[in-house]
């Protein structure tokens, strides 16, 4: 028997059968029952192993209240139920509302809970408002809000709940709790849902054509295109366009056009780059030349990486960064034209003095919306961006004494914290390659200057000295 069918078959003994829609439940709640959009069902949670004690319902009582809940009535939709494989099965087996009765059909489910706590159900009410509504992104913002979550969607077989939180916990970083939390769900999942989480915690076992755009998407378009390009107050007007996309009611509209901005602004940039590191470029004028074309090319990449800033603030503000997020740590080759021009110290001291700083400020904005899970992305993602930007990283770090008066230092230190937090998300041999071989530059300064490198390396030693889970492949 499966794991899920395990479940379900534990489950159901605690489900109580379904009265016919005419007889009321034995037990009311006091108070009026939570109801969801078109309810047609009454569904009772209860304290198990109480069902029939009544108790007044106050999910928003503060840690005064005296009066534990023991029960709660919920009005919900059988339709939306039904997401869940769990009431799917029950509810095709046993419950068929009459048509021509205005009452509804009602079932009961245990929760395991204590009566000391206050508000035993609020988990179960979470997944029952998500079988509704399905807004996981508007409802798991940390790694606690899944782990709490995520038993309740295992118990009711609600699958595409179970992947989200999954998804969630794989991307960001965890507290030590969290990670004993994690490890203890990880066996009641499914062995291809539970891999990508103990991938990180326990080290492995021994080897053996161009679409036409819509109207709404053109006139998106020229919205960025005028905020970058079009105004001469350029600060209010990409405030305007901001509020404008924020506002928009189709996250999916808006997120195609930005990664288009975000795209063509990308391989503008590259394209200057490029051009700077070119030998051929380098020996195919003369040197005055060369010199001037080079400004020009240089000023314009530090233009352009300051839209592409913008751009990608908007992304993370709005949650629609992943694509970009992708697209940035595939740029081994920008990385790699950027130090060449970052150690020749004359060259952007005199000509893009600015370029240091706000190409650091874009990996840390993207680094910052991965690591809170703002932006999730795969884990191949996330060690592709690290071991992309982490040689520019170094390159800053080196050259923070010679930033010209009056310019902003790359904020280097909260960069590198961030790369170790994103490390500490990766499977035990890639955090292992990546904090040791690169990563203690970080601690050149001074030890007392970077704590965030040695609890970086006192989590991957905990994590190396856990013994493998049984069955990993």
């Known amino acids: 028997m499966s794991l899920r069918k395990r479940q379900r078959s534990a489950s159901s003994s605690r489900l109580s059968t379904l009265s016919s829609p005419s007889s009321p439940p034995r037990h009311a709640a006091a108070s009026p029952p939570l109801s969801f959009p078109n309810a047609d069902l009454l569904l009772r949670l209860h304290l198990d192993p109480c069902p029939d004690q009544d108790a007044v319902v106050d999910l928003d009582a503060g840690e005064g209240h005296r009066g534990i809940a023991t029960s709660l009535d919920l009005h919900v939709s059988s339709a939306s139920l039904l997401r869940s494989r769990y009431f799917a099965a029950l509810l095709s087996d046993r419950w068929s509302p009459a048509p021509s009765s205005s009452a509804a059909g009602h079932l009961s489910l245990a929760v395991a809970g204590s009566y000391s706590c206050a508000h035993p159900f609020r988990a179960h009410v979470e997944v029952l408002r998500l079988l509704h509504t399905l807004d996981f992104a508007g409802a798991i913002h940390s790694p606690a809000d899944a782990l709490d979550i995520l038993p309740v969607a295992l118990q009711l077989l609600f699958d595409a709940c179970v992947e989200a939180c999954v998804r969630f916990l794989e991307a960001v ?10 490890l203890e769900l990880a066996p009641l999942l499914p062995a291809d ?3 990508d989480l103990l991938a990180r915690v326990t080290p492995p076992p021994a080897a053996g054509g161009e679409a036409v755009r819509s109207p709404s998407e053109a006139m998106l378009h020229g919205l960025i295109h005028s905020a970058i390009h079009g105004h001469p107050v350029p600060a209010a007007t990409k405030a305007f366009v901001a509020m404008l996309l924020k506002d928009y009611p189709s996250r999916d509209c808006v997120h195609k056009v930005l990664d288009e901005a975000f795209l063509a602004r990308l391989e503008t940039i590259k394209e200057l780059m490029g051009k700077y590191a070119s030998p051929d470029f380098r020996v195919a004028v003369d040197s005055d030349e060369r010199e001037a074309i080079q400004r020009l090319n240089l000023q314009s990449a ?4 300051r839209h592409l800033l913008w751009l990608i603030e908007r992304m993370v503000d709005m949650r629609v960064a992943d694509n970009a997020v992708k697209l940035w740590s595939e740029q081994a080759v920008l990385a790699a034209d950027l130090q060449k021009l970052l150690n020749d110290v004359d060259m952007w001291k005199n000509i893009a003095p600015g ?5 650091t400020r874009c990996t840390l904005r993207f680094a910052n919306s991965v690591v809170t899970g703002e932006t999730i992305v795969p884990r ?3 060690m592709k961006l690290v071991r992309s930007w982490l040689p520019v990283l170094n390159v800053c770090r080196n050259m923070v004494q010679t930033m010209p008066c009056g310019y902003k230092s790359p904020n280097c230190q909260e960069l590198e914290e961030t790369f170790l937090q994103i490390i500490s998300t990766l499977p035990v041999p890639d955090a292992q390659e990546l904090l040791l071989q690169q990563c203690l530059g970080f601690s050149t300064r001074n030890v007392d200057d970077c704590p965030h490198l040695v609890t970086a390396f006192k989590t991957w030693f905990r994590r ?3 013994a493998p889970q049984a ?3």
């Not at 530090?302 to 990486?305: I, P």
């Not at 370029?355 to 190409?359: M, Q, S, W």
């Open 380 to 382: 191949q993602v996330r």
């Open 173 to 182: 970083p965890w507290s030590v709790e969290e990670e004993a939390r994690v």
């Open 471 to 473: 069955g990993e492949n």
């Open 193 to 195: 849902e539970a891999a």
């Open 355 to 359: 370029l240091p700083v706000l190409v």
């Open 302 to 305: 530090v233009l352009n990486v």
């Open 464 to 466: 190396a000295a856990r």
